[in-house]
């Protein structure tokens, strides 16, 4: 993996910890990683480990697909794992459009006694 892609996933990690309103310290935090580790993986510096972008998509209420699909760690020709894949996937929406989609989708879920992408994993 070239270091775009690096830079790439982390790019993608700042958006989505800024997208939760979250520091680089609480998510850190929420993730068990130290602040200086989650600011070089944010800055493509460091490359994550699977068990690393699991805790980031736990504290940050995404899939770990996702974040492995931008890491390299899956195939990117596979269709779309969940619905909070597929909602990042879609071109047509931009990024405050695919929070509000997210946040209704979580608060539907919860209020239908479903479990989130994040505890089904």
Do not use: C, W
């Not at 460091?46 to 972008?53: D, G, M, T």
């Not at 909070?84 to 990024?95: H, P, Q, T």
Request: aromatic share 4%.
């Amino acid at each position: 993996m070239n270091e775009s892609k690096h830079g790439d996933l982390g790019g993608f990690i700042r958006q989505q910890r800024e997208r939760a309103n979250l520091s680089l310290r609480r998510l850190a935090d929420q993730a068990g990683i130290s602040n200086p580790y989650l600011s070089q993986i944010e800055r493509g510096i460091r490359k994550p480990s699977a068990e690393i972008l699991k805790s980031l998509s736990r504290a940050l209420e995404i899939s770990a697909a996702s974040l492995y699909r931008r890491a390299g760690l899956i195939d990117e020709d596979l269709p779309p794992a969940s619905v909070f894949d597929a909602i990042e996937a879609d071109g047509r929406l931009d990024s405050e459009q695919k929070k509000v989609m997210l946040d209704m989708y979580k608060a539907l879920a919860r209020a239908n006694g479903s479990a989130t992408a994040q505890e089904q994993e």
